[in-house]
């Protein structure tokens, strides 16, 4: 599935690329859930999305939508889990699939200069942050050849590291305690 696309210049041109979501039963689903491919290496499938019954119009993404998110059902392979083990399941309701496609299609984002720009910290500290080696940070900073790209997980990471930085005084240490417990 196709998540989003953007532009990089290879072999002195513009080419498209685009960050895609392996099936469940792909053969790299063991250690990788996205990765990003040319154009050249995907194959159209039908889509699976259904009409929208009220307007036809096919469903939108919630930064597109006027009057909310409507509800999405799509068929998914079942992958590797064993349903005889899931006990005490919440239901996915129309406000909880709004709040996954509002986090889903969210664009937020820091570029590592602009990160750097900002906050006095070291290769090693931007490594740690983004978990990614010294090497691949290096690489975000170099030009021509030697220039690798951060991933669109690199730039969340940095975006929720700023915004932590920024507010944190303002968290209450309850929600700090959700979010960061070791459980």
């Known amino acids: 599935m196709i998540l989003g696309r953007f532009y990089e210049y290879h072999h002195h041109q513009w080419m498209v690329y685009y960050i895609i979501q392996l099936a469940p039963d792909s053969p790299s689903a063991a250690w990788v859930t996205t990765d990003t491919a040319a154009e050249a290496d995907l194959q159209k499938i039908p889509d699976t999305v259904e009409l929208?019954?009220?307007n036809g119009d096919s469903y939108r993404y919630p930064t597109h939508s006027r009057c909310g998110i409507p509800p999405l059902s799509l068929h998914c392979p079942t992958g590797r889990y064993n349903p005889r083990r899931r006990h005490n399941l919440r239901p996915i309701t129309q406000r909880e699939q709004y709040i996954i496609d509002l986090y889903c299609y969210c664009e937020l984002g820091m570029t590592p200069k602009r990160f750097y720009a900002k906050w006095d910290v070291t290769y090693e500290q931007l490594s740690h942050i983004c978990s990614r080696s010294l090497g691949t940070v290096?690489?975000?900073?170099n030009r021509g050849q030697g220039y690798y790209p951060p991933q669109p997980?690199?730039?969340r990471h940095l975006a929720?590291?700023?915004f932590l930085l920024e507010h944190f005084e303002e968290i209450p240490q309850s929600l700090?305690?959700?979010l960061c417990s070791s459980r």
């Open 52 to 54: 929208n019954e009220e």
């Open 138 to 141: 290096q690489n975000w900073f």
């Open 160 to 162: 929720i590291m700023d």
């Open 153 to 155: 997980r690199d730039l």
């Open 176 to 178: 700090m305690d959700l």
